[in-house]
């Protein structure tokens, strides 16, 4: 089968992406594949049409690739691809449509408010400031709607530090939220077609639990799989996955994540492709499950070819 | 439409995290100091060819004559193949050591070439300093801000990195010896100080006279080493020629780092150390280890080029280029950046460093910036625990005088978006001067970056 391998892109997770797209290129070589890497520019389309792949494994991140633009125009080519679709991806990719959703679909996420900078520009939102923080509490979550990693994502301990945090978050995306801060376990749950995964946790190992990057250091933090959770815990974190991924409308795959608090899993944010690279979770977790890298992507492959519909 | 064949023999990737972990039992303690993050995948990004880099460190090499580097590598092809295709010597040829003390002569230095060892590029005589002298746990005093390029170096010989505040005379030897006295205190002697008096990497800042003279009499007095890195001494624009403490010194305390990237050539990759006797010892026995001897190839190149007798033209053809390069950058920044924000102007080197109000993350700017196709270095890159973030390097050798009025202008556009939304949200007017003291990581220096 010829598979175009998409990756690379604009986007400012480019550099997580070649290294997503180089694995799966092996795996799918190995697999007795025919690869076409594409690293996706302003020629994707005329290549695309020249190309004619069969099927196209997206492993792009972060705005471009994962907001639903690819999709959008491989729904558009007529040629099949891996993950959820362009709508899923569009929801997903915004973490405030993605709450939006969540919310509608009875699950529980952490309390929030979502601001564009137009609100701030032009009609004084800073005053609403005082009363939302009053609602959220402290430390509260600053994050660009749009973003992936760690990006951009602050906590802020004070009113005081609700300005720069803020300042931060709209260096990545128009539009912010403030949230909820919910103290627990960091779980992740990749689903593959309609199966959860078993669940990885992170756990920071050093330095300050407020610093986003030391999450996405190899040695700072240390990811267990399957996570140790009590039977009725695993039930009701993969419930709450599940629900998550079904209200999003993802299809082929996604990454779900969560805090497990005292009272309960609190979902934060679904990711439409999430990493797979070496160590990234989804790969973890599929390996925890008994599938190998190439097994992985075989099966991404086979649920982009027999599409499930939304679940 | 140009097919572009990927590369058939690329090493496969693993299979699994199995693999992962399998590899990772075996890492040595020192690789959990080297440490990957998302801000140097942003970097990434900056290699994009519609992006203005104000980021890197490249010096030009565009003007250096192809006929002339055409006519050195035939004569080397004709006269010397065999020998420069051959094993040298781990100190390097003499003809090299000669064209050093050249180098070093022109700045007023003259040192033993038998205290010279030619290396690949400055950063080995770096990392073979570190490989000579640095256990793990031990204390190296380092500028704040220091050369990022230096950070996973110390880091990896595991240093115990200790940062001294600049201002604009450079190192604050004044503090340094507070520093020293509290070491002492608690038993412990740091190993040596690095700094980079002249033109520093990433402040742009050129140690005074007194500093220098008293630096090299503390290294005297406490019996420590200085390392003294060099890279920019001849790329002097304005001001006054200070003497290296290499000079000052005479050589008993200071080892002194060279390099031939910022005046000839960086592909070429060939630096070199000067350091006491026992010490240089130490350093051959490390750089046999590493690489047996610095490539033959560009030695025999350098000497070529040397007899040509044209360096020192070649290096005033740079300082001109550089010069108005500076100037137009120093224009640019006046131009547009925030009257809160300041920046060093530099007396020669390849850099400037810009201080933004404490609510501006430079990491952060970097992602709005690269959206606006420009990009630097975040301050963070040159300091060991977090701080700097408020600033960053620019760099105005590496592209040409459009390019820096347009890159400098974009990211004014960026800070100056960031500045009215703070205003907006908090419902303060920026001050056009802000309070002197704030965050610790603001770099001290209101002087130069005076914007009208």
Known sequence: MKVAVLKGGRSLERGVSLRSGARVEDALERLGHEVLPIDVGADLVKRLVAERPDVAFVAMHGIGGEDGTVQELLEILGIPFTGPGAAACARCMDKVQGKDAIELAGLPTPQWFAFNQTAFREFGAADALGRLEETLGFPLVVKPSRGGSSLGVKFARSAGEVPQALVSAFSYDDRVLLERFVDGRELAVSILGDEPLPVVEAILLEGDRYDFEARYEIGRTRFDVPADLSAEEHRAVTEAALGTYGALGCTGFARIDLILASDGPWLLEANAIPGLTDTSLLPQAAEAAGLSFEQLVERILDLALTPQGVS | MAEVPEPTHRRRSHAGTRDLERYAGLFAERTGVMRSSAMRDLMAITARPEVISLAGGLPDTSTFPPQSFAAQMTRIAQESAAKALQYGPTEGFEETKDCILEVMGAEGMLPDPDDIIVTTGGQQAIDLVCKTLIDPGDVVICEAPTYPGAIPTL???????????????????????????????????????????????????????????????????????????????????GGEPLPPLYQLDGGDFVIYLGTFSKILSPGIRLGWAVAPPPVMEKIVLGKQAADLCTSTLTQYFVREYFAERRWQLYVDDLVEIYRRRRDTMVEALRDNFPAEATWTEPEGGLFIWATLPDYIDTSDLLAKALRADVAFVPGQAAYVDGRGSHSMRLNFSGVDEDEIREGVRRIGKVIAEQVELYGALTGEVPLPEPEEESAPNVFPFRKAGEAG
């Open chain 2, 155 to 237: 880091c990896s010989y595991q240093a115990d990195v200790v940062q001294v505040e600049c201002d604009e005379d450079g190192m604050q030897v004044e503090v340094l010896e507070e520093l020293l006295a509290e070491l002492r205190s608690e038993g412990r002697r740091p190993k040596f100080i690095y700094s980079v008096p002249s033109f520093q990497n990433p402040a742009g800042v050129t140690m005074s006279l007194q500093r220098r003279r008293r630096l090299v009499e503390l290294a005297r007095t406490e019996e420590l080493l200085v390392v003294e890195d060099n890279p920019y001494g001849l790329l002097r624009y």
